[in-house]
């Protein structure tokens, strides 16, 4: 069995960089969480409150969305969500410090949870069918970044990763986003993300490790 990392030592990460101020390198470990465990809503809620700070309006708001579906009904800090989604006002200035989340979140700890290691393979395998959700999610994203639309772009790719974490496209969607938005620990973050889940054949692989080598 190969051990996923525990939400606790995302947690502490986040954590550490929140009090540093860092609070670009608490998004990359934030994110690190969603990835590894996309239904813990520890993690959305560090996403959450994150990108409010940093102005990230509708990605922001997807999280606390995607907090609220998580978490549960007596949790706490769910009505304070809840009004900043119905108010849908200024994300920044609604959304608590990030500096909140280290009272707010305790740290979850408790055994990690586990998958099956891969088989060896006697035979070349067919990569699974890409479900049509999830291909009609990175095409809306892309169609709205090549129209500039960059935060409604922003939105559909997070939610193609949160739904697909393992499709390689939606890591791909979102390293382009944050690096047009000038996110680039981000862009790093899910570019190295799609390098480690596309195939060797995959047409971009090529030009996603050029963006990494000049981003460096």
């Known amino acids: 069995m190969v051990e996923v990392r525990p939400?606790?030592?995302?947690?502490?990460d986040a954590f550490a960089s929140i009090r540093?101020?860092?609070?670009?390198?608490?998004?990359?470990?934030?994110?690190?969480c969603r990835v590894h465990h996309p239904q813990a809503p520890e993690c959305h809620l560090l996403l959450g409150v994150l990108q409010g700070r940093a102005g990230q309006r509708k990605a922001s708001?997807?999280?606390?969305?995607?907090?609220?579906?998580?978490?549960?009904?007596?949790?706490?800090?769910?009505?304070?969500?809840?009004a900043i989604l119905e108010k849908d006002g200024d994300i920044q200035g609604d959304s608590p410090p990030p500096t909140w989340l280290l009272d707010a979140l305790p740290l979850v700890k408790g055994?990690?949870?586990?998958?099956?290691?891969?088989?060896?393979?006697t035979a070349p395998q067919e990569a699974p069918a890409v479900p049509s959700e999830a291909l009609e999610l990175h095409a809306l994203a892309d169609k709205l970044i090549s129209q500039n639309r960059f935060t409604e772009a922003l939105e559909k790719a997070a939610s193609c990763a949160d739904r697909y974490p393992q499709l390689a496209d939606c890591q791909l969607s979102l390293g382009q986003l944050h690096g047009k938005l000038d996110n680039l620990a981000l862009s790093q973050r899910h570019y190295a993300r799609f390098l480690t889940l596309a195939p060797q054949n995959h047409p971009l692989r090529s030009r996603v490790t050029a963006i990494l080598r000049k981003q460096q």
Not at 63 to 80: G, I, N, S, T, V
């Open 111 to 121: 055994a990690s949870p586990t998958r099956p290691a891969p088989r060896a393979a």
């Open 61 to 82: 708001r997807h999280h606390y969305r995607m907090f609220l579906k998580y978490a549960p009904e007596d949790a706490p800090y769910r009505e304070r969500i809840s």
């Open 7 to 12: 939400i606790e030592e995302f947690q502490q």
């Open 20 to 32: 540093k101020q860092d609070f670009n390198t608490a998004l990359v470990h934030a994110d690190a």
